[in-house]
């Protein structure tokens, strides 16, 4: 069974930075894709940012500049470099794995992990 695992959220200051992970277990194959969602209070989730199996990255408007993704050194896990944070940052950030295998799709979800910022 696929399970994606979040860490690093917590409550920092206005300007301030935080790193995220997405651990990846049981999983036999390399994840086409895979991203970073953030469901603010009582709003849909939306992309924050994805990471496709070449490398090439894609960000919404809000953070370009401010967060970063990238692969980490196992396979299927990311982290979300998150600086600059704004209040409107806070809510729950969800790793996402996606693609297709044998021709069939595939979805997976991590449980997410908090981010709170306030002065």
């Known amino acids: 069974q696929v399970q994606l695992e979040e860490s690093g959220g917590g409550s920092v200051q206005p300007g301030g930075s935080l790193r995220l992970s997405c651990v990846t277990s049981g999983s036999r194959f390399a994840f086409d894709t895979m991203g970073w969602y953030h469901q603010a209070p009582g709003k849909e989730r939306e992309l924050v940012a994805s990471i496709i199996s070449s490398g090439s990255t894609d960000y919404a408007e809000s953070v370009k500049g401010r967060f970063t993704i990238s692969r980490g050194n196992a396979r299927n896990t990311i982290h979300l470099e998150m600086n600059g944070l704004k209040t409107e940052d806070t809510g729950v950030y969800y790793c996402?794995?996606?693609?297709?295998?044998?021709?069939?799709?595939?979805?997976?979800w991590g449980q997410g992990t908090q981010v709170t910022v306030s002065s």
């Open positions: 996402k794995a996606s693609g297709y295998y044998a021709k069939y799709p595939y979805e997976f």
